[in-house]
Structure formats: structure tokens, C-alpha cells
């Protein structure tokens, strides 16, 4: 199992970053994806899922409206397109699979991890 976050960088208040996680080991079928995020001096948090299966999603309420997960199982691909961002966004975003996602939940933990990708918004 393996996971692999990218495009993470600076950005300006407003702007948008779309982050990818190539994942391989493993189907999309049958295994859910999430993002979390761990800003400086804070607790991890989750982000949005989307499940196995039927692709249900989840977002936290802090980005509900502004981000948006989607996945191409051809290419074992997860996405979170994020627009209008703020810099309360500013954090390290990780992908995670092995994860509870479901219409309304999503888990705080997961199983297996990929490495982070820095995401900054400032001026």
C-alpha cells in the first residue's frame, strides 16, 4: 500500500491548489480515500473522504463549499481541487486510506498514510 500526495505550495489568499495522492497497492473499488491536514502547532484534522464504491463524500465544515474530492480509479488518483483559500488553510495535507467514509462521517484515523504535501496561503 502505498500513497503519494502532491502539488502543494504558495498561494494567495482567494487562489486554488488542486492536490493529488497516486496510490498504488491497493483498488479504489474497494477502499476509501481521505485528506487530513495538521496545521503548525495543531491537532491533524480531517478533511474529506470519498468512499469505495459509490464515491459518497464527506467535507469538513470548514471547507464545505470551497473544496472538492474526486477520484479516477484508471489512474488509482485522488483529488481535492481547493478554491477560495484561506490562510487558515495553511497546513500540511496528507491522504490516508484504510479509513471509515461514510454520508456524514469520516473518520479521524486511518491505517496506512502517504507523506505530506505543504500547502501555504499568505500573501
Known amino acids: 500500500v502505498q500513497l503519494q500526495a502532491a502539488g502543494g505550495g504558495l498561494v494567495q489568499p482567494g487562489g486554488s491548489l488542486r492536490l493529488s495522492c497516486a496510490t498504488s497497492?491497493?483498488?479504489?473499488?474497494?477502499?476509501?480515500i481521505g485528506w487530513f491536514r495538521q496545521a503548525p502547532g495543531k491537532e491533524r484534522e480531517p478533511v474529506s473522504c470519498i468512499s469505495a464504491g459509490d464515491g459518497t463524500t464527506n467535507y469538513a465544515d470548514s471547507v464545505k463549499g470551497r473544496f472538492s474530492i474526486s477520484r479516477d480509479n484508471a489512474k488509482s488518483t485522488v483529488y481535492l481541487q481547493m478554491n477560495s483559500l484561506k490562510p487558515e488553510d495553511t497546513a500540511v495535507y496528507y491522504c490516508?486510506?484504510?479509513?471509515?467514509?461514510?454520508?456524514?462521517?469520516?473518520?479521524?484515523?486511518?491505517?496506512?498514510w502517504g507523506q505530506g504535501t505543504l500547502v501555504t496561503v499568505s500573501s
Open positions: 490516508a486510506t484504510d479509513l471509515v467514509c461514510l454520508l456524514g462521517t469520516m473518520s479521524s484515523v486511518a491505517g496506512s
Open positions: 497497492g491497493f483498488s479504489l473499488d474497494y477502499y476509501a
